[in-house]
T-cell receptor
Framework: GAVVSQHPSWVICKSGTSVKIECRSL??????MFWYRQFPKQSLMLMAT?????????EQGVEKDKFLINHASLTLSTLTVTSAHPEDSSFYIC????????????FGPGTRLTVL | GENVEQHPSTLSVQEGDSAVIKCTYS??????FPWYKQELGKGPQLIID?????GEKKDQRIAVTLNKTAKHFSLHITETQPEDSAVYFC????????????FGTGTSLTVIP
């Protein structure tokens, strides 16, 4: 099946710094990728839709200038958390839709961000 | 927009018993309903899915049923094993929203040996 990878798997940073998370589709191309945030014991909340070659679409309440998304190629999307603060600590997960007829999505393993 | 509700939030069963998790959705246009298993510190893994033109689908110990009229779908796990312990999420999706998924709130399943 389709494989989505994320890097890094975990990161610890100081408050005020920026952190970049990569999401790659390893054996298929993805013109669209999705970024989710998951707080402990909660569900996945869609943050934004990453579109290759165009601007990302952000969900209501998600700060565009804080969570920068770049979909530079058909296999790579990056999420940069700018000026991170402790409340940004969370589990960030990306996904990419498959190429099948229906809306299968393949999820990455997630990135645990801890902001001190 | 779509609203997906999931029950129960926690579920404990004895090894070998069955587990049932239920989800309801609000938008009749949803046509794809996957179930994901998430282990601690990992991303969700698709375990089974069902499409709106099918009422039931089974894969070994796992089955999913869909009632389009009532707008609800359920996950059934039979002969549960300790390794089934995880958080399970249902989701609903529509064709005209660019593959966007709406997730349920999750069910923490514990299988007691």
């Amino acid at each position: 099946g389709a494989v989505v990878s994320q890097h890094p798997s975990w990161v610890i940073c100081k408050s005020g710094t920026s952190v970049k998370i990569e999401c790659r589709s390893l054996d298929f191309q993805a013109t669209t990728m999705f970024w989710y945030r998951q707080f402990p014991k909660q569900s996945l909340m869609l943050m934004a839709t990453s579109n290759e070659g165009s601007k990302a679409t952000y969900e209501q309440g998600v700060e565009k200038d804080k969570f920068l998304i770049n979909h530079a190629s058909l296999t790579l999307s990056t999420l940069t958390v700018t000026s991170a603060h402790p409340e940004d600590s969370s589990f960030y997960i990306c996904s990419a839709p498959g190429t099948g007829h229906y809306n299968e999505q393949f999820f990455g393993p997630g990135t645990r961000l801890t902001v001190l | 927009g779509e609203n997906v509700e999931q029950h129960p939030s926690t579920l404990s069963v004895q090894e070998g018993d069955s587990a049932v998790i239920k989800c309801t959705y609000s938008d009749s246009a949803s046509n794809y309903f996957p179930w994901y298993k998430q282990e601690l510190g990992k991303g969700p893994q698709l375990i089974i899915d069902i499409r709106s033109n099918v009422g039931e689908k089974k894969d070994q110990r796992i089955a999913v049923t869909l009632n389009k009229t009532a707008k609800h779908f359920s996950l059934h796990i039979t002969e549960t094993q300790p390794e089934d312990s995880a958080v399970y999420f249902c989701a609903a999706s529509m064709w005209n929203t660019g593959n966007q998924f709406y997730f349920g709130t999750g069910t923490s399943l514990t299988v007691i040996p």
